[in-house]
């Protein structure tokens, strides 16, 4: 069985400071993990993904995320928050190898960014 | 563009008639799959189709049906509509099913909402 937690439902911090969204999992084998965005009224869009490659992840718009296994931790990071990264962010893990109906998704951290 | 198109966008319903949420694809996806959002849940997978001809049940398929007749569309029906259904509902597709196959294109959603 697999599961993911994201630690915190909302997230607010200034543009131009660090972003950090938290994401634990859980699952039985190595695990194919995923982050996708969504903006308001929009569908969700894919960030950045993990399938046992690299442990530090580059996704789009200069997010990453590393895995951690020893903690069971895939963190979505970026250096610099901007405006436009205000939003409602996803942790998705599969089993390694699952397809995409074996997803499991987490219950979303709302991003807000202000002046 | 390439993508997702899910129509209506937005519809109000009473409770006890039959609605059809129409998704279609243009990307030659072999898998489709029909979430439903809801605050504070994430995304659960209500439906799903690994290849034209072929359908799944997800995590609450209950009250729903779904018939995938060729590989572009991918119809989600409610037979007689329940106020539980309120939700918005996301269509996606995933090129195949092979393992690492499993990355989500989304559509914006459909918003329904049952009287």
């Known amino acids: 069985a697999q599961s993911v937690t994201q630690l915190d439902s909302h997230v607010s911090v200034s543009e131009g400071t660090p972003v950090l969204l938290r994401c634990n999992y859980s699952s039985s084998y190595s695990p194919s993990l995923f982050w996708y965005v969504q903006h308001p009224n929009k569908g969700l869009q894919l960030l950045l993904k993990?399938?046992?490659?690299?442990?530090l992840v580059k996704g789009i718009n200069g997010f990453e995320a590393e895995f951690k296994k020893s903690e069971t931790s895939f963190h979505l990071t970026k250096p610099s928050a901007h405006m436009s990264d205000a939003a409602e962010y996803f942790c998705v893990v599969s089993d390694q190898g699952g397809t995409a109906s074996k997803l499991t998704f987490g219950t979303g951290t709302r991003l807000q960014v202000t002046l | 563009i390439a993508g997702i198109t899910q129509a209506p966008t937005s519809q109000i319903l009473a409770a006890g008639r039959r609605m059809t949420l129409r998704c279609t694809q243009d990307?030659?996806?072999?898998?489709m799959y029909w979430y439903r959002q809801d605050l504070g849940l994430g995304l659960r997978l209500i439906h799903y189709?690994?290849?034209?001809?072929?359908?799944g049940k997800g995590e609450v398929p209950d009250g729903y049906s779904v018939s995938r007749a060729n590989t572009d569309d991918f119809p989600l029906t409610l037979a007689s509509a329940v106020p539980s259904q309120t939700s918005v509902y996301f269509c996606?597709?995933?090129?195949?099913?092979?393992?690492?196959?499993?990355?989500?294109?989304f559509g914006a959603g459909s918003r329904l909402t049952v009287l």
């Open positions: 996606a597709s995933s090129s195949g099913t092979l393992p690492g196959a499993n990355v989500l294109t």
């Open positions: 993990y399938t046992s490659a690299a442990t």
């Open positions: 990307m030659r996806h072999n898998a």
């Open positions: 189709s690994n290849t034209a001809g072929t359908t």
